[in-house]
């Protein structure tokens, strides 16, 4: 099976995988040897292109590499469902968004995710479960690269419940919006949350 792992740098993405990928264009190769992150994530900033893909028969193996050299921050959230088939997404900062946050000190990558779903979003989640998938996404904050692994999960929860913004996050709404919807966040939203809504369509 091939692998690859997509990651982001604002509105830019580096593809790790295992073959040339068929699917993109007007990307850049960039050559494995030699491969510095900190120097690639400094000059993407004001590259042309916004796809640079780096073939490995090993993926992991470079994403080891650059995890050993930033720092690596856990997150983990959820895509809600409610019987009404309606999923439920959050208004962070000006962009659609779904709940998540950090994982705090030996805490499970589950229980993080039920917890800040219901924080952030004032409901209680009726259950809990597969894994949809895992994004990641690099940023830079106070001089320091920093990689965040986003842990995701489906999950369930009643739609007849008050809807309550965690204010104190940048949360301004929280809403359930059918599938049909979906579109209206895909254009004022991330590039990883996108990604995990393309999971469940």
């Not at 990689?147 to 809403?175: C, R």
Request: aromatic letters at 10%; proline letters at 2%; one cysteine or more.
């Amino acid at each position: 099976m091939a692998q690859k792992y997509n990651i982001y740098i604002n509105q830019k993405i580096l593809i790790i995988c295992s073959h040339t990928p068929n699917n993109i264009q007007n990307y850049q190769v960039i050559e494995e040897e030699g491969f510095d992150f900190e120097i690639f994530f400094y000059t993407t900033i004001n590259h042309n292109h916004t796809v640079f893909v780096i073939v490995n028969q090993n993926p992991k193996n470079i994403l080891s590499k650059i995890k050993s050299n930033v720092k690596v921050i856990e997150a983990a959230g959820g895509l809600v469902k409610s019987e009404e088939d309606k999923y439920l997404f959050i208004k962070r900062n000006g962009y659609w968004d779904l709940p998540k946050g950090k994982l705090e000190l030996n805490e499970k990558k589950k229980e993080a995710a039920l917890r800040e779903v219901e924080e952030e979003c004032g409901i209680k989640v009726n259950s809990l479960e597969k894994k949809i998938t895992k994004t990641y996404h690099i940023y830079e904050l106070k001089g320091k690269i920093i990689l965040k692994i986003s842990h995701w999960y489906n999950m369930k929860a009643f739609a007849n419940q008050a809807l309550i913004p965690q204010i104190e996050e940048g949360i301004t709404d929280v809403i359930w919006l059918p599938k049909t919807d979906w579109e209206i966040v895909k254009a004022n939203t991330f590039s990883s949350i996108i990604e995990v809504l393309d999971k469940i369509e």
